[in-house]
């Protein structure tokens, strides 16, 4: 039930004193979210680790590290998921794309709507002398089937959003591109940055059983910057990434070492393993998984407050009836098919998130969409206020004499 975190004042607010989320208008969720005071905690902590143990602080650090990945398994419905631990996805998505035989299979498939990790690499790599083929992203309802067309057998992956990092659109089907890729050989990269703590994900439910799914937690999982993750798929623990850390070897640093021949583990995880890292993250992001559970904020609770939240932010945005030349919404996308924001699309947008940032609101724009990402320690009362100052820039934008 989302009910607890209705109304106003929210009662998860409290425990964000911190970031102040009770007075300001942070409707940056879909971005960065506040964390709750019991990270700092976290970090605590592991300054403690380091100088109670120095080197042997590291025996502590896997167990946050392993507590990290427990949280990613509930989000994706995948008990007994092997997840593999990164800085960033940008890392964890170069991990997959070394693993592939690009050679043989030098073509990628993705949607001409993916969030820059996959954008950048991805056109690089064009100029390189792979093959890119984007899908256009339009009409979302059927992207899933366009990229099972595209699939070929010298394609070596597909790589695509959950939910769309411009729009908050959830891509669905992408069962059809499991499917397809799984006939032809190819595999699935599913990015579920923006699903993860906003919504459940079951990947099994959802077709996508033999999928590799990467995401972090800078955004509703309010881990903070550090903490991403790849989750593998079964046949991820015969394949050999070629980049490889020294992690992946850490469990036989006894053995003596063949300078020439690198030899991979059984497990899938260690395969896809890196090397020293910041632990710091990780017992952040393990003391606001433990926060969440305590808390009862579970993925259906949130995913139901989410889902509240998106529509209240756009029931009053409908009620400021702001011409739809300046400012609008696809109203005939339901909510339903929504993640954690709303997008609302103008050609002013740039302008707007400024004037909105001067009048208190935090938001952010991408291209043409103004985003409203809301979160569970807000307000109905915040949310309420924020689309009244969005009605009230608008007005101010479209008659400079204001």
Request: glycine share 6%; charged share 25%.
């Amino acid at each position: 039930m989302s009910e607890p975190l209705a109304g106003t004042p929210n009662p998860l607010a409290p425990h964000y004193a911190r970031f102040r989320v009770a007075q300001r208008l942070l409707l940056t969720g879909h971005s960065h979210q506040a964390w709750p005071d019991v990270a700092l905690d976290g970090v605590q902590a592991a300054f403690d680790d380091a100088a109670d143990g120095v080197d042997a602080k590291w025996e502590r650090a896997f167990a946050k590290a392993e507590r990290v990945r427990a949280s990613v398994r509930l989000w994706l419905s995948d008990p007994g998921g092997e997840i593999a631990l990164g800085q960033n996805t940008h890392e964890l998505v170069l991990r997959f794309l070394s693993a592939l035989d690009l050679v043989r299979r030098p073509r990628l498939v993705t949607s001409d709507g993916e969030f820059h990790t996959l954008r950048r690499q991805l056109a690089r790599l064009d100029e390189t002398g792979l093959q890119i083929e984007r899908v256009a992203v339009e009409p979302v309802a059927t992207l899933g089937e366009r990229l099972a067309l595209a699939v070929d057998d010298r394609t070596a992956a597909v790589l695509v959003s959950a939910v769309l990092f411009e729009t908050s659109r959830i891509v669905p089907n992408l069962a059809a591109a499991a499917t397809a890729c799984a006939r032809w050989g190819a595999e699935l990269l599913v990015d579920a940055y923006h699903a993860a703590g906003c919504l459940p994900y079951p990947l099994a439910e959802l077709g996508l059983a033999a999928a590799w799914v990467t995401g972090g937690g800078y955004k509703y999982l309010q881990w903070g910057e550090g903490n991403a993750y790849l989750r593998l798929p079964p046949q991820a623990a015969a394949m050999r990434p070629a980049l490889t850390g020294w992690y992946a070897e850490f469990s036989d640093l006894e053995a003596e070492a063949e300078p020439t021949r690198v030899a991979y583990p059984a497990s899938a995880a260690a395969r896809f393993a890196g090397a020293t890292y910041d632990p710091v993250s990780h017992y952040r992001a393990a003391r606001v998984a433990d926060f969440f559970v305590d808390r009862g904020l579970s993925p259906e609770v949130l995913r139901a407050n989410y889902r509240r939240q998106v529509a209240r932010l756009a029931a009053a945005f409908d009620t400021l009836d702001l011409p739809a030349a300046l400012v609008r919404r696809d109203r005939a996308v339901p909510v339903e098919a929504l993640g954690g924001f709303l997008a609302l699309e103008s050609p002013r947008a740039h302008a707007l998130a400024r004037a909105l940032t001067h009048r208190g609101v935090a938001t952010d724009h991408r291209a043409d969409r103004l985003r409203l990402g809301p979160a569970p320690y807000l307000a109905d009362a915040q949310l309420d206020r924020a689309m009244e100052l969005v009605g009230e820039v608008a007005r101010t934008l479209d008659d400079p004499s204001r």
